[in-house]
């Protein structure tokens, strides 16, 4: 079974502090792992995804198979990064795409 | 570019009624989702279609039945609305295992 989990609610930080928002994945499978952000009062978007290994927006994921995780981390946070992030895992078999609970970053000034 | 669009935006419905969301794509893209999205659980998968014709059942499926009516196409129907319906719900598509989903706006539904 899939199952992706994002342990933190809300993360709050300042200004050009260091983030990390953790994400878990449970799959036995080969898996697919992406990063969506959702600004306020705009559509889901894709930030990244393990296979592009690109960093959008001063954001990096690696993919840990041992650890099972995908942790997206920023070294300087900035306000407008301030958003609900969602991780995501999908298959290779049938197309089938979950996402986590979700945690909601707050960049205070 | 359209897109994905949903209709309709926002819905309220008695307890009971039944409805249809509807959702199309015009990026000929081979899969498509619906979801939910509720405070605190995150956007949890309905059902979703990994190519036209095919149909299967996500995390959430019970209340709810789908059609894919064509590779355009992808429609969410409620039979007999309850309070615990009510959500956001998004209707996504993609091209395949790997690709970037592309998200609709979400249909505000509210059962009461």
């Known amino acids: 079974a899939q199952r992706v989990t994002q342990p933190e609610k809300l993360l709050s930080v300042f200004k050009g502090a260091p983030v990390e928002l953790k994400c878990n994945y449970s799959y036995s499978g080969s898996p697919e792992l992406f990063w969506y952000v959702q600004y306020s009062r705009q559509r889901l978007q894709l930030l990244l995804r393990h296979i592009s290994r690109e960093s959008i927006k001063g954001f990096t994921a690696d993919l840990n198979k041992g650890e099972t995780s995908f942790h997206l981390k920023k070294p300087f946070a900035q306000e407008e990064d301030s958003a609900m992030y969602y991780c995501?895992?999908?298959?290779?078999?049938?197309?089938?795409?979950?996402f986590g609970q979700g945690t909601e970053l707050s960049v205070k000034p | 570019n359209a897109g994905v669009t949903q209709t309709p935006k926002f819905q309220v419905l008695k307890t009971g009624q039944s409805m249809t969301l509807q959702c199309a794509q015009d990026m000929n893209h081979n899969s498509m989702y619906w979801y939910r999205q509720d405070p605190g659980m995150g956007l949890r998968l309905i059902y979703y279609?990994?190519?036209?014709?095919?149909?299967d059942k996500g995390e959430v499926p019970n209340g709810y039945n789908v059609s894919r009516l064509n590779k355009r196409e992808f429609s969410l129907r409620l039979e007999s609305a309850a309070p615990s319906q009510t959500s956001v719900y998004f209707c996504a598509s993609r091209q395949g295992s790997s690709s970037e989903a592309f998200f609709g706006q979400g249909t505000r539904l509210t059962v009461v």
């Open positions: 995501a895992l999908g298959n290779n078999q049938g197309g089938k795409l979950i």
């Open positions: 279609s990994a190519s036209e014709g095919t149909t």
